[in-house]
């Protein structure tokens, strides 16, 4: 019988977090192995947020096409159809799995095209082959909650929904949430007739509340139930739900259904008979080196349910290598930036409003519309909005505005660094630019805004 293959670490999933922990060790001399069952890029690159952006960049140019005129040009287009977005993402998905493949093996890591299941704590099985590893890291990823209610044929989920070529002429979304609110957009737009269901008060609940108010009002072509409990499901002929919300009883129809009410961890085969302990939600417990209760076994990204994004996964791969490498580096979830790529798009990080004292909580805020850069953009809905301590110490940034997910960058650096509003305004913000919406709203918190209206 021939010897198992011997790596120093073995990581189990090939997503952000499994692809940035295996360059990373290879780059500090370890002889890395890694096991994918699916596609290299996991949720992210194949079914989330590449696709999503993808199609969203497509309906963004085709709406600003139909402003053209706006902008003192002719030009014109016709609604895009689903199967050209579809062939558009496939192009890219498949280039940025390339590059990934290409990176990985210029590291040296040797890639495993199959499901991995623990069979000890130093020993994994990919197929019929058993490998060893001093360490080993899981980073399996996540997929789509579906409740039992939901266990249809026909019922789509954000795994499901890129490999559609046609759009349908209505569409119920259950949730409201980052994903919900996006695809909202993207088949909005699409000419389809687009229903959101909401069980909280409002949709984007982890957002301040003018955010969730102004984008329902914004999304005119998008009917909203919200505080709404689904009471049944029949899907007998499209499908049709009876709702339950403040408003009453009624009666919901669409020709396809789309669920986006999160996600959850999902656990290789043999974890639990390794001893690793899992949360109530069935994540993987860690520490703050991202390291389970079994010496030695490391998990990173959605697999632990701390905060299911490709940037965190990526970050706790960072900590995950530096602790198994002799470093003392340790996760801080403290200013992860949210960013939803909406129209216009939705950024935010620090502290939740829930979190400050609002009788003592300085606030500034800013529209969009006053900016020059928006205006000559013709992109003028939104704002900023700047939370501080008494003393004007940044906590919070929240920012509804074109780019704002290329904003946040410098919003959580501010809020990290713990800036004053005096720090922040400190360097030099070019005119006209889309970052003055910071400068401003800074400035309104200390009573100096001079172009506030």
Not at 13 to 27: D, Q, V
Not at 64 to 74: D, E, H, K, P, V
């Given at each position: 019988m021939a010897e198992p293959t011997r790596y120093d670490?073995?990581?189990?999933?090939?997503?952000?977090?499994?692809?940035?922990?295996?360059?990373?060790?290879?780059?500090?001399g370890l002889r890395v192995g890694l096991a994918e069952g699916s596609h290299l890029?996991?949720?992210c690159t194949n079914t989330g947020c590449i696709p999503a952006k993808s199609y969203i960049e497509s309906i963004n140019l085709y709406t600003?096409?139909?402003?053209?005129?706006?902008?003192?040009?002719?030009a014109q287009s016709s609604p895009p159809g689903l199967l050209t977005l579809n062939r558009r993402k496939t192009r890219i998905v498949g280039r940025l799995v390339k590059g990934i493949e290409y990176l990985l093996n210029k590291a040296g890591v040797t890639v495993y095209h199959g499901h991995a299941e623990l069979a000890g704590k130093n020993t994994v099985r990919v197929a019929d082959e058993e490998i060893r590893c001093t360490s080993l890291i899981i980073a399996s990823g996540s997929q789509p909650k579906r409740p039992a209610m939901f266990d249809l044929p026909g019922i789509w989920t954000s795994e499901d929904i890129f490999e559609v070529t046609e759009a349908p002429s209505s569409l119920i979304i259950i949730g409201g949430g980052a994903i919900g609110m996006e695809m909202a957009h993207?088949?909005?737009?699409?000419?389809?007739e687009v229903t959101v269901i909401e069980a909280l008060e409002r949709v984007l609940a982890t957002e301040d509340e003018d955010v969730s108010r102004e984008l329902a009002r914004l999304y005119r072509k998008i009917r909203f139930l919200t505080s709404a409990r689904i009471?049944?499901?029949?899907?007998?002929?499209?499908?049709?739900l009876t709702v339950e919300s403040p408003g009453g009883t009624r009666t919901?129809?669409?020709?396809?259904?789309?669920?986006?009410?999160?996600?959850?961890?999902?656990?290789p085969a043999g974890v639990p008979e390794l001893g690793v302990s899992l949360g109530t939600s069935g994540s993987i417990e860690v520490d703050g080196f991202m390291q389970t209760d079994v010496p030695g076994v490391y998990a990173v990204g959605d697999v632990t349910g701390q905060h299911m994004y490709a940037y965190v996964a990526a970050k706790e791969a960072e900590i995950a290598i530096d602790h198994m490498t002799g470093g003392s580096r340790?996760?801080?979830?403290?200013?992860?930036?949210s960013v939803v790529f909406t129209s216009p798009e939705v950024a935010s990080v620090g502290k939740r409003l829930s979190e400050m004292d609002p009788s003592v909580t300085r606030k500034g805020t800013f529209p969009v519309s006053a900016l020059g850069r928006a205006r000559t953009m013709d992109a003028c809905d939104g704002f900023a909005h700047v939370y501080c301590t008494p003393a004007g110490k940044i906590e919070r940034?929240?920012?509804?505005?074109?780019?704002?997910?290329?904003?946040?960058?410098?919003?959580?650096?501010?809020v990290s660094l713990g800036l004053g509003l005096e720090e922040f305004l400190k360097p030099h913000y070019p005119h006209p630019t889309l970052a003055e919406l910071l400068k401003e709203a800074a400035e309104d918190a200390l009573g100096l805004s001079v172009h506030k209206p």
């Open positions: 670490l073995f990581i189990v999933g090939g997503g952000p977090g499994g692809y940035t922990a295996a360059l990373l060790g290879a780059k500090k890029g996991g949720t600003q096409i139909q402003s053209a005129q706006r902008f003192g040009l002719q993207v088949f909005g737009n699409l000419g389809t009471q049944a499901l029949d899907a007998s002929s499209g499908f049709t919901v129809t669409g020709q396809h259904l789309l669920l986006c009410i999160g996600r959850q961890p999902r656990i340790s996760m801080d979830y403290s200013f992860i930036p940034i929240t920012i509804m505005a074109p780019h704002a997910t290329e904003l946040i960058s410098w919003a959580t650096l501010a």
